[in-house]
């Protein structure tokens, strides 16, 4: 039985071009990881083949060229559904627009194919699991019922950081995939922050959507929160680190110290992702809901995206990392030594809060590497290039109440 197929057509900036295949039977061989093909084109072809059987269409994502001789090295090919539309902040002009559908949702399956030494062209990389509905059920990765967002965010908004994540691993992808209106998720948390600004006007939330009109990202701070700023503004601890896996949003907090040295929050936060384009979206709104106000100095944990997004918005803050998170991360990082040494961890505590002076540290820290054997190591190296930034007897004069983790304050 010959079926006639026309292939998906399919983008990557340049579509590859749709085409006919005439498959002598509907059963083409299921991808798997070392499958070889003689050139990127048939590993292509078999793909798209399969993509036709499956359901589902295909795009070229991205490719690599060898440096020594400029050819293809590498080709990714995945699901038209992969990725997410660029993101805008829409306003109300009064006009009526029409809602598009969602053709990205975020979809990872994808195939990868390198070129090895003997010319044959191998997958490397492969998902067959689908985020959306597909020809055959058994390639699509189960839902689960809806989840109540509107409990969450009242949860987040009273505080309770743990409700918010409660089975939260696929918030994400529903209310990312689903446009403002009746039933969706994201509507629930749009009508759940109108009440309360409707309850006091005070109440500031701003929600970032992209180009199908779909949440990326929500910001919100109740009066109390914006009051507290104007007191207690000058040194903002920003936390992203109730984010437990990567299949969760991050919950995001602006936070601070008031003069009972208790804590006090500026703002919360939903991100859809942590890139610098969320964290500058984010910045600038909580910015403009305290009344445009810099701190003058922000506390957050090492993050490349996040350093570019503060050195954009907040260029003339001081801005300091997290000690009791870098100390938390040398354990992972340094787990080796940490098994054999249990003595390091307390001499490193001892040299980054001890240290009364500067060159108190250095000797200190040079000890700590001498005695480890630890003077090649880029984790502690990076670390003492950044000390300025995070060791306690080079912020000294600086105002810097330390929010350490969730366990309180530090001077």
């Known amino acids: 039985m010959t079926l006639d197929v026309t292939s998906l057509v399919v983008e990557a900036g340049d579509l590859i071009a749709s085409q006919r295949l005439q498959l002598e039977c509907p059963d083409v061989a299921e991808p798997a990881v070392g499958m070889e093909f003689d050139t990127d084109e048939a590993a292509k072809e078999f793909y798209v083949a399969y993509a036709a059987r499956v359901g589902f269409g295909v795009r070229m994502n991205k490719s690599r060229r060898s440096r020594r001789d400029d050819t293809v090295i590498m080709r990714r090919f995945v699901c038209t559904r992969e990725g997410f539309h660029s993101k805008r902040v829409i306003y109300d002009d009064g006009k009526k627009k029409r809602k598009r559908g969602t053709t990205r949702e975020g979809c990872m399956a994808m195939i990868e194919v390198i070129k090895k030494e003997h010319g044959k062209w191998v997958v490397s990389k492969l998902v067959t699991e689908h985020t959306h509905v597909v020809m055959f059920p058994s390639k699509v990765r189960p839902r689960p019922e809806k989840l109540s967002v509107q409990s969450s965010a009242m949860a987040a908004l009273a505080g309770d950081a743990s409700a918010v994540f409660n089975n939260l691993k696929y918030f994400n992808r529903g209310i990312r995939v689903n446009p403002f209106g009746e039933g969706g998720e994201a509507q629930s948390i749009l009508e759940y922050l109108k009440r309360m600004q409707a309850e006091n006007p005070a109440f500031f939330y701003a929600i970032q959507v992209d180009n199908n009109n779909c949440m990326t990202n929500v910001f919100w701070a109740d009066a109390k929160a914006r009051l507290a700023y104007n007191y207690f503004g000058d040194s903002v601890t920003f936390d992203t680190t109730y984010k437990k896996t990567k299949y969760m949003m991050p919950f995001a907090t602006f936070r601070g110290v008031n003069h009972h040295l208790q804590s006090v929050t500026f703002g919360c936060a939903l991100l859809m992702d942590e890139t610098k384009g969320s964290y500058i979206w984010l910045f600038e709104t909580w910015l403009a809901a305290m009344g445009g106000r810099h701190p003058v100095s922000l506390v957050?944990?090492?993050?490349?995206?996040?350093?570019?997004?503060?050195?954009?918005?907040?260029?003339?803050?001081?801005?300091?990392?997290?000690?009791?998170?870098?100390?938390?991360?040398?354990?992972?990082?340094?787990?080796?030594?940490?098994?054999?040494?249990?003595?390091?961890?307390?001499?490193?505590?001892?040299?980054?809060?001890?240290?009364?002076?500067?060159?108190?540290?250095?000797?200190?820290?040079?000890?700590?590497?001498?005695?480890?054997?630890?003077?090649?190591?880029?984790?502690?190296q990076s670390l003492h290039d950044i000390r300025n930034q995070w060791v306690t007897v080079f912020l000294k004069n600086s105002f810097f109440p330390e929010l350490c983790g969730g366990r309180g304050w530090r001077a």
């Open 300 to 380: 957050t944990d090492r993050d490349k995206a996040m350093e570019g997004a503060i050195t954009r918005v907040f260029p003339n803050v001081y801005h300091y990392f997290c000690k009791w998170h870098i100390l938390s991360r040398c354990k992972q990082k340094l787990s080796d030594v940490y098994s054999k040494h249990a003595s390091l961890k307390w001499d490193l505590k001892h040299c980054v809060n001890e240290s009364e002076t500067v060159e108190e540290f250095e000797a200190c820290w040079e000890s700590i590497l001498s005695k480890y054997n630890l003077w090649e190591n880029a984790w502690l």
